[in-house]
């Protein structure tokens, strides 16, 4: 561990940190354009995030040291996921010590706190919006897994920096596996990240919402962590996808620092042409009833299955 | 040149009968196109017979004593069946079950069926084999609903559907034998589905794929034999269909599926050197003859009774190939014979019947031997003859079967007697009443046609009392290609 | 942790014909799970024709990459049937017995796919020793080609619409001329007319009977035909 990976890793995470809020205003701007509204200004969520961690935080006289604790807990996670994801470098030290099955545990956990936060006030749509969450999250974390398995098959390691160092380096060929595996997680992204159709990340509507409903109770600077902590999320999974299925334009191990610099473009590149797709699915498809939720997890979790046969199959 | 004959008739007459097939001739003009198959088999027969196994149009044909047999027996089955189906049928429209339009097309669909079935059995190529028993799935299917009554319409569905899903089963035994065949033989032309190419060098062809062809084959093959627990669509088909085509199903097509099943059994047996394929013929079997034996006890409808019972006699015969040696082989080939022939009479005197009474419910059935003995008597002895009572052809053999299933496989003896047992009692319990009951029935205005039940019936009793030298020496020499 | 294991050039030192051929097969078992999980009637037709056309695509490969001309021919009826005739054929049955929106209630989607996986994975079983001999380009479809029978049958099981039945068939038959084509690289032309006869005869009988048994039952539901019992 030298010092240049330290700081590829620090730059990655602060890149990361810093450009999430970003990410999430470009989907929402190309949600709007898609439906034909004013889009609102790009920077909205970072002055959205100024503006509550100004304000004052008002808790509820039931809650718990839990409650509080956890937006702190959720950013903290979503940090720590960023830590080991490529996004600008495949070189990052701290990966070495969390390969991706414990990436899907970090998120588990970030799961598990979110939904005894939603459930710790008390009120109805909290412990409803939590069960919703476990529900979804059950059956999305099977789907990821067998994504990441499959990848880890093709490249042999279940360290993300490797494997999107090896797939990188590969010559172009079509992997059948891979495509399966990418629209199962693209599915997993969807559901996982409170988008449309299984959620819907504007929506205050109590039969629907999901995420909403368990951060209901949060306010001033707790909320902020909260919406800073999601955003990142979908950062991350945008991250693991551009890792297992666009590894191309991140700098490599051998490349010095100065080479993180060129690998800002294609991630931004990356970013606003996922973010755009994000937008287009989201105006395009319906949001399902909850009940058909299971349905569509089932079935990413069958191309993911599909997609790890195929591979035994055809590419052994 | 008579192999030409044999199959253009048929053909020619579906195409002939499609545009005449409901005017007033059209069933003597189907007599006429069977009979005249009837005696190109015979001629074809007599070569075979006379110079030994023939190959016609560069081996696309091939005629050897075992399928020149079938041959013969499903040409006179056909014809025998288009001599009664002649003043059946006409009855049937006359009682108003039947239209000018769908006479036509059970005349049309009667000769293409004789088609596919004398081409399933003449051609030497496996896929076309595959084709042939396809196409006669698609005539049977439109002659079982041919009265277009929901039963038969759901009869007939049920049969497209159960061996449609068979045969796709069968087509892709068929792929991985061309594939096993390919490695040895090459792709050139379409050699490699030959089946005397592949029965030349059925030595070489790689055990472990025609292993798996053969079970897929077996499965496929034995949907249409109505092997259990395959058979569901058989005893619907043949209850429902109009009685000239149960008689056919039973007669001809169960027997040209097992046939099927021999030829594919023969090429493994070469290939894999091992017992199991014998053994898979013989579970197949005794399952269904057990099967058989005992849902005839719950059967209300007569035709379907004696669907069951064809379950149960193509049992015993593929228990029979199973065992294999040329005595149980032998035996199983005289079963065949007896069986169709018996049978076909049986529908044949159940179809009047049931004409008569308006139903083919056996309890309404009852008292035949009052209204009109001759077909009180021919059902009394057709009866007679399918349970296996001496002196009739079916009794000699199930003797030799049941001897040699004592020499060489004694664990399955009680089994096969039980059935037996069981089918005797049913059958002989049911007959006795509608034979001999009291009668409900009122005077047909119309003779019924037994001449050929009799015709069918005197055979078989001869077959019983006397077979004639040729006939042995000829089996014999069927018998001994079947290995075993 | 070292950088790009040797595992991943395994698939990229294929030829480009064969990873077409895999990517085929693939999109073709996909297919299969579509129809599996489709409830309209009329789109369980279109993705039948889509299925045709990639059996056709993936022929054309094969044909080319294996230099077999027979198999052009093989690939051009395989189009004419199943991408046009069939599909047609279908459309206007449907259009005429005016089961356009006929949806059927599809029970337990997510158990139905999971029994299709374990379907898969005892096709891809099934295959091993056979595949082993075959040619090299083809030699992993076949397990692909079992499941797409497997999957067709499942469909033809668990679908109570009479249509729906008929496109399960037409499925089924698809795998098997798949298998064909990744075992042996096709069929004798013979067999393969003799084959495509088969089912389009088939399919006109079957479209007789659709609008027999409207008339008979008042319904396409094969629920009505229960009166037949094994007694």
Known sequence: MNAAGIFTQLFAVATSVMLAPLFSGWVAQCRAWLSNRTAPPIWLPYSRLRKLFHKDAVIARDATPLFRAVPYLLFGVMVAAAAI???????????????????????????????????????AFGS?????????????????????????????????????????SSALAIHASLAFAGVAFVMVLLAENARIPVDNPTTHLELTMI???????????????????????????????????????????????????????????????????????????????????????????????????????LEH | M??????????????????????????????????????????????????????????????????????????????????????????????????????????????????TMLLALTTNNMGILWVAMEAATLTTVLLVSLYRTKASLEAAWKYFILCGVGIALALFGTVLLYFAAERVLGAEGMHALLWTQLDGVKGQLEPGIIGIAFVFLLVGYGTKVGLAPLHSWLPDAHAEGPTPVSAVLSGLLLNVALYAVMRCKVLVEGSVHAAWPGQMLMGFGLLSALVGAFLLWRQKDAKRMFAYSSIEHMGIVTFAFGMGGPVANFAALLHMTGHA????????????????????????????????????????????????MPPFGVFASEFLILTTAMQQQPWATPILLLALGVAFGAIFLRVQGMVFGSSTLRRLPHQPNMAPVFVHLALVLLLGLWIPAFLVSWWHLAAGMLGG | MTTAPSIVSAAAALPLATQLIHLFAALLLLLSFAMLAQRRVVNLVNLFAAQGATLVACAVVVAYSSHQSDLYQSAALTFVLKVLVLPYVLHKLIGRLQAEWDTETLVNIPTMQIIGILLVIFAFVLAQPISQFAGAA??????IAIAVVFLAFLMMIVRRKAIAQV???????????????????????????????????????????FFQIREQFDSLDLQHMETLKED
Not at chain 1, 108 to 119: P, W
Not at chain 3, 173 to 193: D, K, R, W
């Open chain 1, 85 to 123: 994801i490529p996004s600008l470098s495949t070189d990052l030290p701290f990966a070495a010590v969390a390969d991706t099955i414990a990436l899907v545990g970090l998120f588990a956990l970030a799961r598990v706190f979110i939904a005894l936060a939603g459930m710790d006030i008390g009120t």
């Open chain 2, 2 to 115: 008579e192999l030409i004959a044999l199959l253009a008739i048929p053909l020619l007459g579906a195409a002939l009968l499609a545009l005449v097939g409901h005017r007033a001739a059209a069933p003597h003009l189907n007599l006429a196109a069977s009979a005249a198959t009837f005696l190109a088999a015979c001629v074809l027969t007599a070569e075979v017979i006379a110079h030994g196994p023939l190959q016609v149009l560069s081996g696309a044909f091939f005629i050897d004593p075992f399928n020149v047999f079938l041959v013969a027996l499903t040409a006179f089955i056909g014809m025998t069946t288009a001599w009664f189906s002649r003043p059946y049928m006409r009855i049937e429209q006359e009682h108003g079950r039947l239209n000018a339009a769908r006479l036509r097309l059970y005349h049309s669909m009667y000769q293409l069926f004789m088609f």
């Open chain 2, 341 to 388: 022939l018996t049978k076909s009479a049986i529908f044949f005197t159940t179809g009047h019947a049931s004409q008569k009474a308006g139903t083919q419910r056996m309890d309404a059935i009852q008292g035949l031997r009052e209204q009109s003995p001759a077909l009180g008597w021919g059902l009394m002895l057709g009866a007679l003859a399918i349970v296996g």
């Open chain 1, 128 to 168: 409803m919006g939590s069960r919703r969450e476990m529900l979804v999250g059950f059956l999305a974390e099977p789907a990821l897994l067998m994504v990441l398995f499959t990848s880890s098959l093709i490249s042999g390691s279940t360290l993300l920096p490797t494997i999107a160092a090896a797939l990188q």
């Open chain 3, 138 to 143: 083809t030699r992993s479809t076949l397990g």
């Open chain 1, 211 to 313: 995420h909403e409903a368990m951060v209901l109770e949060y306010s001033a600077r707790h909320l902020a962590l909260v919406e800073w902590a999601s955003s990142l999320k979908l950062f991350n999974y945008a991250c693991i996808g551009f890792a297992l299925f666009l590894p191309w334009g991140m700098a490599g191990r051998a490349d010095g620092v100065l080479w993180l610099l060129p690998a800002l473009p294609p991630l931004l590149l990356k970013l606003a042409v996922a973010g755009f797709a994000i937008a287009l699915i989201e105006t395009l498809s319906a949001k399902l009833r909850i009940f058909r939720a299971p349905e569509f997890l089932a079935t990413a979790f069958l191309l993911a299955v599909l997609g790890l046969l195929v591979h035994l199959m």
């Open chain 3, 167 to 209: 496109v399960g068939f037409l499925a089924m038959e698809n795998g098997l001329l798949f298998a064909a084509i990744s075992a042996t690289h096709g069929m004798p032309m013979v067999v393969e007319l003799g084959i495509g006869l088969d089912v389009l005869v088939g399919v006109f009988i079957l479209g007789i009977f």
